[in-house]
């Protein structure tokens, strides 16, 4: 590898370590929230929120029409004139947001059969208001790929939101501890974010730059509309057809799948877009491989774990009532990991201005998933798991074959990045199998299991990818390296 190229991967890497290590940071004290919920709460309790974030996260889509990234790709010199044009406009969005989501709580609460969300859509529609005042600094930071801010804003939000979600689950106040519990989450992420980041907005509304950066996020609004529509469908299915409960027992099930391997594809994303917008598009060959090479190898072991472990993760962490969540996690959790694998062939369609080939994606997968819902969903939450998994796995590899092509690889060497850490999760797997099976003790098969697993990856990685494991040593512990 040449040393530019050198650097590039370096920088990239770097960007992911501090993301992911918010992400793990963060998720760790999530899941912890979490399970302490899930034994103060009920299933519907879970279902009702679900169903309301469910219902806001199609106007999430629109958030702020792309404004933000747009302002990322923008050139260095205008750089301040961009920003104050985002926040006026995001704001504007934002506060339109929160206004139409109070306004749709009584239809919300018809459609689902849920009266409790007449009151509760106006709460958490106030988050619309509230992020989109700090949206501009997160994008700024993003920019300059400083991405010790995203650690601070989203620890800060995750400690809030669980302090004062437990607080209120203990006095009694049920759903409603989950609902304000991220209001709270969400306003003191915004006033971190104000503290870390050097931009203060004039009390001005301008047009500089408008029309260029609403073509741009335009057609990445559209993406993340489809993207939206794709990843919750099967909530309002759920929600619609077998009730809160039901939904409250997929959402559990679906909370390890997202914490731990899904939630990495938005944090691979965020570092990707800057990352790929800043290098010679020569070279981007280069950064989509490394990428795809480190995302497999994080994602693929977590992912045979939660599946192989699964009964016991569900059992220790949320407890024995939600044993309904075990298979349907198993499932989701392929999911998921498509999903992640995907993300580096996404960026690669951004940064070449051919997002229209997700769009083209999307819309005809969003129709069978349509017309596949509206079949299964009366056989349960396990048949609607099945339905959505399958058209990713259907997706995946379409996905990857155009983005070889537009980047003009070979379909072979496209593939090689993933090779050594699908062997080395498969033979996790192999490992951790048994242990699960005889093991009675769920703690005990969680332990011994994780233990081996891990062990066992690692050797295999020392065998088939030395070298991508000293590169990562010498990125997180430049100075032990050197030694």
């Known amino acids: 590898m040449s040393e530019r190229g050198h650097s590039l991967a370096t920088r990239t890497l770097r960007g992911m370590a501090w993301a992911y290590g918010a992400y793990v940071g963060g998720r760790m004290l999530v ?27 199609f106007l999430d889509a629109v958030k702020d029409l792309g404004l933000g990234q747009a302002l990322i790709i923008g050139e260095e010199h205008e750089a301040e004139a961009r920003a104050q044009t985002a926040f006026g406009w995001g704001v504007i969005i934002g506060l339109t947001l929160t206004l139409l989501t109070a306004a749709a709580g009584p ?30 600094h997160y994008a700024l930071a993003r920019k300059q790929l400083d ?94 057809v077998l009730g809160s409960a039901s939904l409250g027992y997929y959402s559990i099930a679906f909370r390890m799948p997202e914490l731990i391997v899904l939630n990495l594809a938005s ?89 229209w080939i997700m769009v083209a994606f999307t819309v005809p997968a969003l129709v069978v998933l349509v017309i596949l819902l509206a079949f299964v969903t009366d056989e349960g ?45 498969l033979v996790m797997a192999a490992a951790m199998y048994p242990i699960e099976h005889f093991v009675s003790s769920p703690l005990l098969a969680l332990v011994a299991g994780g233990l081996a697993g891990v062990a066992v990856y690692l050797g295999m990685l020392l065998l088939v990818a030395r070298d991508d494991l000293r590169r990562l040593r010498a990125i997180a512990a430049p100075r032990l390296a050197t030694s």
């Open 31 to 57: 899941l912890v929230q979490t399970a302490i919920l899930a034994r103060l709460l009920t299933p519907s309790d879970f279902g009702v929120v679900a169903l309301a974030l469910t219902f806001m996260v």
């Open 107 to 136: 239809l919300a609460a018809s459609f689902f059969h849920e009266p409790e969300l007449k009151a509760m859509l106006p709460v958490l529609g106030a988050t619309f208001l509230v992020r989109s005042l700090g949206a501009t």
């Open 147 to 240: 991405y010790r801010v995203r650690t601070f804003s989203e620890i800060t939000e995750v400690v809030v939101r669980g302090v004062v979600g437990i607080g209120l689950a203990l006095g009694g106040a049920g759903a409603w501890s989950l609902a304000i519990g991220f209001l709270c989450g969400t306003v003191a992420s915004t006033l971190t974010l104000w503290a870390l980041v050097d931009f203060r907005p004039r009390a001005q509304l301008t047009r500089a730059h408008l029309k260029s950066m609403l073509a741009f996020g335009g057609m990445l609004t559209l993406v993340d509309m489809g993207a939206v529509l794709a990843y919750n469908l099967d909530y309002l299915f759920i929600g619609r």
């Open 267 to 355: 944090v691979a994303g965020d570092v990707l877009f800057p990352a790929y917008a800043a290098v010679d598009k020569r070279r981007l060959r280069e950064a989509y491989l490394v990428a795809l090479r480190y995302t497999a190898m994080l994602t693929l072991p977590i992912a045979a774990a939660l599946i192989i472990l699964a009964r016991p993760v569900i059992h220790v962490l949320f407890g024995d009532q939600w044993d309904s969540s075990v298979d349907v996690m198993q499932v989701l959790t392929v999911y998921a990991l498509c999903a992640t694998l995907a993300i580096p062939c996404g960026t690669v369609f951004k940064v070449t201005n051919r997002a």
């Open 381 to 425: 939450i396990m048949a609607v798991a099945k339905a959505t998994t399958a058209i990713q796995l259907v997706a995946l590899p379409a996905t990857a074959l155009i983005a070889a092509r537009v980047l003009k690889l070979p379909l072979l060497r496209s593939l090689t990045p993933i090779v050594p850490s699908l062997f080395g999760a």
